[in-house]
């Protein structure tokens, strides 16, 4: 059995994650006198991304986040500077990148962009619930054009986590268009063979996940506390976007972007969400039924549906359909795309398939093994993500580097 069947087969909820920026170690007060040692409330994306766009694309809603560039420049010449197109895995949001595009931005010259999928996020489709190779593809492809003209589409590096590193690989390989404008290729931590056997277990996975949520705080603690997600900063970022509230259907990030808005109202009057660098807090709940014996307690204590509250924003039972021909003959498509560089980054080397071995030796790719980190790899660890991926950038001459850093070197 891989680590990965391991981790989703794994129940048993690990120590908590701690986080270096003391400014969150924060004690909020208890009606019953105990005390949370962690402030779990939200953070909005203007803290890692520069803006946020909501693309019309066929009477279709794409929401996008935007770092190293802004409006005025998405729509310029873009020179040589290459744009790192950032796809998530399923049930994820493009605010899973935040912290590591923040990272990037400080390491090399390149622009970024994170795409809610359809279906995920605050993206929305006449077929949320078609998530197939092609309609996805297709759906990135409309997303890159509708932001550059075609003579100015910038050198395209495709980076995907999980199933979005599927996506990416098909993308290479489907998207004639855009074939001559890919330069480079990043899959992070998804291979043919692992995935393949992981599918057996991912319905008893997502059954034993929580269907609910009181508030946004229980899920942010819940998604640290499962160890979904090691870093607590990306979980306060990335959790609202995986979840809807139950009541109203409206997305957690929409929910955040309309209190931020409302009381920037009542405060001036002239707050443009759009601009970087906005504080945002909510206000501290009670958290009389988020105690630390978390960590102690069964996984399905969230298990009954709230009335109000939050839910998953996706639904990832309905999307089995599509499993298979997400990883099917990927690690063959990884090493046949026609993007010239190709990397794969991996949380564990026994993630590695016979196929992806032999091309490893063959020197078809280059990898990266980051141990002591879970799945969201970006996530748990987003400077070494960041480190890696800048090295792999100005190694291969498609940038230049801002600052010096420890370079990595691809694993032998």
Partial sequence: MSSLERQIMNRRLPPMAVTTDRSHQTRAGRSDGRQSRYDYSPILWDRYFDAKRDLNINNQTFRVYLKGTDDKSVNSDTTNTPLVVMIHGGGYSGLTFGPFAQQMNELCDCHLLAIDLRGHG????????????????TDIFNVITALFPMENIPPLVLMGHSMGGAIAVHCSILLEELIPRIIGLIVIDVVEGTAMDALQSMQSFLRSRPTSFATLEKAIEWCVRSGQTRNIEAAKLSMPGQLKNVKTN?????????????????QSGSHVLDN?????????????????????TPTNVFKTPEISGYTWRTNLFKSEPYWSQWFEDLSNSFLNSRANYKLLLLAGIDRLDRALTVGQMQGKFQMQVLPKCGHTVHED??????????????????????QDFERSFPSC
């Avoid at 970087?276 to 102690?296: G, Q, Y």
């Avoid at 960041?386 to 801002?402: E, G, Y």
């Fill in 122 to 137: 605050n993206t929305f489709t006449d077929n949320d619930e078609d998530l197939s190779v092609r309609t996805l593809a």
């Fill in 250 to 266: 409206l997305t957690a990030v929409t929910e955040l972007e309309d209190n931020l808005h409302n009381d920037n109202q009542s």
């Fill in 276 to 296: 970087k660098s906005v504080e945002f807090d909510i206000r501290e709940e009670d958290e009389d039924n988020v105690t630390e014996e978390v960590a102690n």
């Fill in 381 to 402: 660890v987003p400077d070494k993500v960041a480190q890696v991926v800048a090295s792999f950038l100005i190694r291969n001459k498609f940038t230049i580097a801002k």
